[in-house]
């Protein structure tokens, strides 16, 4: 796995709202991190994407550098509409986990300026949910670990964030430098907000953006990873079938970060679909 690297050219955004690093030449690139992280968790395709695109990594509410901006992290509503002035009129989106509802919610709301949506490890409805009567169960992470993760905040923020992190690596074939080197990242920046920490699980247990896929027009890349245990296989299933004009992968020794597992893969492939797309 690469070294993880400083970003040493940057333009930070100029908007009180929130923490946007520019590097880089090219088409623009709008990257979502996670729950719990912030945009120093990309360090490690940096350096692989800035020669072709001009990124801007995007510290979202209550996160990272937008640690005091946590108020906005109530609902996608309230993000999507601070994100609207930090961003370039048109641009990629690509979001991973939680970033890639709020990218999505961002496609949706604002499809005229998006020109194409990359998702990474994400779901459009996180939460697992029983079958009740003609509708069918759908798998994700079940209610009562979002739900003791909302305990835990209360009792110990940095072992919480510690067991997510865990969960994230958990199955992949380098789970340990995984979540050696997404800690290491989390510690180069301020510690997220328990708020929008809060905030987050809840839009996690709650957003169900499923019924509204189907508006959207511009490409749409799926990226997942084979041994994840946040998004399962059988919802990378019903996306192929709900969005069969989607392009999706796989990335086969995987688990909830791709990017970090298998970095050089992950962008070949995105670059294929943006060559092919834009």
Not at 75 to 98: F, M, Q, R, Y
Not at 115 to 141: C, H, N, R, Y
Request: proline share 6%.
């Amino acid at each position: 796995m690469p070294d993880v690297i400083a970003v040493e050219s940057k333009n930070v955004s100029r908007c009180t709202s929130l923490h946007v690093e520019v590097v880089g030449n090219g088409p623009d690139l709008v990257l979502l991190h996670g729950w719990g992280l912030n945009s120093a968790c990309w360090q490690s395709i940096i350096p692989l994407l800035s020669t072709h695109y001009r990124l801007h990594l995007v510290d979202l509410p209550g996160f990272g550098f937008s640690h005091d901006n946590y108020a906005v992290s109530c609902s996608l509503v309230d993000i999507t509409n601070a994100l609207v002035d930090v961003v370039p009129a048109k641009a990629v989106w690509l979001g991973w986990s939680l970033g890639g509802l709020c990218a999505t919610h961002f496609a949706l709301q604002y499809p005229q300026r998006v020109a194409a949506l990359v998702t990474v490890a994400s779901s459009p409805k996180f939460m697992a949910t029983a079958k009740v009567d003609d509708i069918p169960a759908w798998p994700g992470i079940a209610e009562k670990v979002l739900a003791q993760f909302q305990q835990q905040l209360q009792e110990n923020l940095p072992q919480t964030i510690n067991r997510f992190l865990a969960i994230q690596g958990m199955g992949s074939e380098t789970a340990k430098q995984d979540i050696k080197q997404l800690k290491s990242l989390l510690a180069a920046r301020p510690q997220p907000h328990e708020q929008a920490l809060s905030n987050g699980l809840k839009l996690l247990e709650s957003v169900d953006l499923r019924a509204d896929l189907s508006s959207l027009t511009m490409p749409f890349y799926r990226c997942y990873g084979r041994l994840d245990s946040l998004v399962p296989q059988t919802t990378v299933a019903w996306m192929d079938n709900y969005l069969p004009q989607s392009q999706r992968i796989i990335f086969k020794a995987s688990s909830h970060a791709p990017f970090i597992s298998e970095p050089g893969l992950f962008v070949d492939k995105l670059q294929t679909f943006l060559n092919n797309s834009l």
